[in-house]
């Protein structure tokens, strides 16, 4: 059997978006034909995903009737059910109308704000209705080119009134939802609110029911910042808020590049995974690990599911890599936790005595400072398992 073959445990899942992504992009039309939704399931559950995720005009057309809503509903969860498929995640396009460009939850205009809303509830229902737990929010036109359009805390507190509003929406329905929210630094707007996920966190830390509310970092936004992905999922994993995550690949720097999962900085991709699976013994993410990505524009469908057959792949290898790794003796010893009987007491909580206790200490900075501490050859080994030389 093919140690890296997907099973339902591994939870992968992909968008509606992700494989039916035709290749449009700012400079040319579409490579690929539009997939059927029906299409996609079906074949995602081939190549061993357990999940598809969707926005409400994934499924649903924008200005679908009541009746041709319910049609395309039930079709798909025929699909899901023949297939074997889940709908874990869903969210609301709020970013590709034209009523959307000046942001959606953040617009000026009263109306765009309250159809926003509006729009999300809908898309809460279709998402419940399909069986999702989780529901992102990608804010994608939320912010500015033309800055002096409104005071940036203006914006920051209609977000936050949009998200009270929908997390009550949730409890009234008695719905059992929670949010992800997403971070993305610039593109579409030239500067986005809500940067980071950082930005997120303190957002979430500030709503009148945070304990709703967590996020869904994704690979490429952070990098696009040029900021370690992996810290900022650290601290979310922390603060047990990484509700959801976003799996693809960026160089740092460039436009939002969406691209197959492990296909660029192996390295970051490595400890990621080391992070979410707890291969050194920390508490395992326990979400879905879903890929927002799509194929290379040079390729027709076979590649699409080569794309989304590489993705859970490169996921498993870097596992198996991590697991290898951390179970290494060498390693083990090079990391090891450091324990003082006298200073750890100390230093866990302040005292008056124990800030008393720890001025009389005596300190030696310079041999503090000149001990070599072998991380060059901690990297070295870790290297060396990712690249298969070891385990
Ligand atoms: C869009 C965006 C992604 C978001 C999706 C969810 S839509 O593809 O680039 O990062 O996660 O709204
Ligand atoms: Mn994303
Ligand atoms: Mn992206």
Redesign the pocket.
Known sequence: MDPFAPTPEDRFSF?L?TVGNPGRDPFGEAVRPVAKPTHLVQKLAECGAFGVNL?DNDLVPMGASASERDLLVREFQVALKDHGLVVPMA?T?LFSHPAFKDGAFTANDPRVRAFAVKKSMDAIDLGVELGAKIY?F?G?REGTEADACRDPRTAVARMREALNYLCEYVRDQRYELCFAL?A?PNEPRGDMYFPTTGHMLHLISTLDHPEMVGV?P?VA?ENMSGLSFVHAVAQAMEADKLFHI?LNAQKIGRY?Q?LRFGSEDLKQAFLLVRLLEGTSGTPRYQGPRHF?SHAYRTEDEAGVWEFARGSMRTYKILKARAQAFDADKEVRGLIAERKDALLDPLMARYSAANARALRGLTHDPAALGSAGLGYERLDQRMIEFLMGVHG
Request: hydrophobic share 20%; net charge negative; proline share 0%.
């Open positions: 968008g978006w926005h969210t396009n992102v990608w994608g997403e993305k869904n994704e936004h976003d939002d969406d927002d």
